[in-house]
T-cell receptor, first 115, second 115 residues
Framework: DADVTQTPRNRITKTGKRIMLECSQT?????MYWYRQDPGLGLRLIYY???????NKGEISDGYSVSRQAQAKFSLSLESAIPNQTALYFC??????????????FGPGTRLTVL | AQSVAQPEDQVNVAEGNPLTVKCTYS??????LFWYVQYPNRGLQFLLK??????LVKGSYGFEAEFNKSQTSFHLKKPSALVSDSALYFC?????????????FGRGTQLTVWP
């Protein structure tokens, strides 16, 4: 979905390095999410933010941090990357519609490899 | 606790034949249910969702899903498969009684449609 963009699309880094993955959206949604995808495990939630001042840990937040710089921007940082953080990372957005279904819309993903 | 099970890692079907991708769920309350599709090197795309009402939900690309409350299932179906339907499919659930927007995803089912 072109309304949700992620940079970089691919990144190779070394153990111990700090890296940042960025997400921007033009959908005007308040809610943003970071997931990681590993083969056979589906998507797991890392962090989520319901507005600029509201940030919450997901099920696998250890080793990650986030920053919500504006309504449209939500960044994910790995303070000291380790090999088991090699994965495909997705950003998503949602807006609580009148039925409160919170349909989520995903970016194209960032493939991160930690050597 | 909320969870989603996709019992089949892979589904193979011949082009023109009907296809079914299975999903069962567990939520403490009433669910919102979603199907997403992921094509190679792409993000997840929203296919359809169940909110309330008619148990048969129609979505994009000719897909539909049937909600069965007694069996806690939400199977994805298509009457006539296309080779271009080959992709990774994810089922997701959200408890409609929750104020949180987070989704719980299944592990995914790889659908292969052969000519």
């Amino acid at each position: 979905d072109a309304d949700v963009t992620q940079t970089p699309r691919n990144r190779i880094t070394k153990t111990g390095k700090r890296i940042m993955l960025e997400c921007s959206q033009t959908k005007g949604h308040d809610r943003m999410y970071w997931y990681r995808q590993d083969p056979g495990l589906g998507l797991r939630l890392i962090y989520y933010s319901f507005d600029v001042k509201d940030i919450n840990k997901g099920e696998i937040s250890d080793g990650y941090s986030v920053s919500r710089q504006a309504q449209a921007k939500f960044s994910l940082s790995l303070e000291s990357a380790i090999p088991n953080q090699t994965a495909l990372y997705f950003c998503a957005t949602s807006d609580p519609d009148p039925k409160r279904t919170d349909t989520q819309y995903f970016g194209p993903g960032t493939r991160l490899t930690v050597l | 606790a909320q969870s989603v099970a996709q019992p089949e890692d892979q589904v193979n079907v011949a082009e023109g034949n009907p296809l079914t991708v299975k999903c069962t769920y567990s939520v403490s309350g009433n669910p919102y249910l979603f199907w997403y599709v992921q094509y190679p090197n792409r993000g997840l795309q929203f296919l359809l969702k169940y909110i309330t009402g008619d148990n048969l939900v129609k979505g994009s690309y000719g897909f539909e899903a049937e909600f069965n409350k007694s069996q806690t299932s939400f199977h994805l179906k298509k009457p006539s498969a296309l080779v271009s339907d080959s992709a990774l499919y994810f089922c997701a659930v959200r408890d409609r009684g929750s104020t949180l927007g987070r989704l719980y995803f299944g592990r995914g089912t790889q659908l292969t449609v052969w000519p």
